[in-house]
């Protein structure tokens, strides 16, 4: 059955520092492979998404994310938090053509 | 442009009541997809509708229904209201609803039981 994992519930970083949101999925055929970012009381904004080619994407904000097949990892980069960016992140991925399973998220705070 | 609407913004009930929910894609979007998502967890699919017709359905009961009309808009009933049923539903629209088309996600329903 297909599933995503995001390993950490909460994440603390300081304001200028990097940071990596881990995923790793469960999928058998070619994964279509999705970030979102949920704030407080919002919906869900897309930050990048993976279908195929160059296993390192680019998405808004200044996060990139890079595809690993042999690790079945999405692993979600920025070199440096802004404040801004705490809230939810969500990996997802495309199963069956419409289906689209989420990961549970991973929360980030971000501390001056 | 306008995005996805979703009305009600919140909505209280009571365990056996039904209730419904709309959600408005954005103009040119003919796919609505459906998502629950309980406090701490990721979005759960429910419904996804293109050009009208059902395409498929998560792991829900039949207590959940929907239906797309016309003009793309959306609707999810939920009837026999359950307490577990507390939850932010969340509506998403894409132009095809096939899986290379991101979605675009309303602000969601809060809906409460009591």
């Known amino acids: 059955a297909q599933s995503v994992t995001q390993p950490d519930i909460h994440i603390t970083v300081s304001e200028g520092a990097s940071l990596e949101l881990r995923c790793n999925y469960s999928?058998?055929?070619?994964?279509?492979l999705f970030w979102y970012v949920q704030s407080p009381g919002q919906g869900l904004q897309l930050l990048l998404k993976?279908?195929?080619?160059?296993?390192l994407v680019q998405g808004i904000k200044g996060f990139e994310a890079e595809f690993k097949r042999s690790q079945s990892s999405f692993n979600l980069r920025k070199p440096s938090v802004h404040w801004s960016d705490a809230a939810e992140y969500f990996c997802?991925?495309?199963?069956?053509?419409?289906?689209?399973?989420f990961g549970a998220g991973t929360r980030l705070f971000v501390k001056a | 442009d306008a995005g996805v609407t979703q009305s009600p913004t919140h909505l209280i009930k009571t365990r056996g009541q039904h209730v419904t929910l709309r959600c408005s894609p954005i103009?040119?979007?003919?796919?609505v997809s459906w998502y629950q998502q309980v406090l701490g967890q990721g979005p759960q699919f429910i419904f996804q509708?293109?050009?009208?017709?059902?395409?498929g359905r998560g792991n829900f009961p039949d207590r959940f229904s929907a239906r797309q009309f016309p003009n793309y808009s959306s609707e999810l009933n939920v009837n026999a209201l359950l307490l577990g049923d507390s939850a932010l539903y969340l509506c998403?629209?894409?132009?095809?609803?096939?899986?290379?088309?991101?979605?675009?996600f309303g602000d969601g329903t809060r809906l409460s039981i009591l």
């Open positions: 103009s040119g979007h003919k796919s």
């Open positions: 997802a991925v495309v199963a069956g053509g419409f289906k689209t399973i």
């Open positions: 509708y293109y050009e009208k017709e059902e395409r």
């Open positions: 993976y279908f195929s080619g160059d296993t």
């Open positions: 999928y058998g055929a070619t994964p279509y």
């Open positions: 998403a629209s894409s132009l095809a609803g096939t899986e290379i088309q991101p979605q675009h």
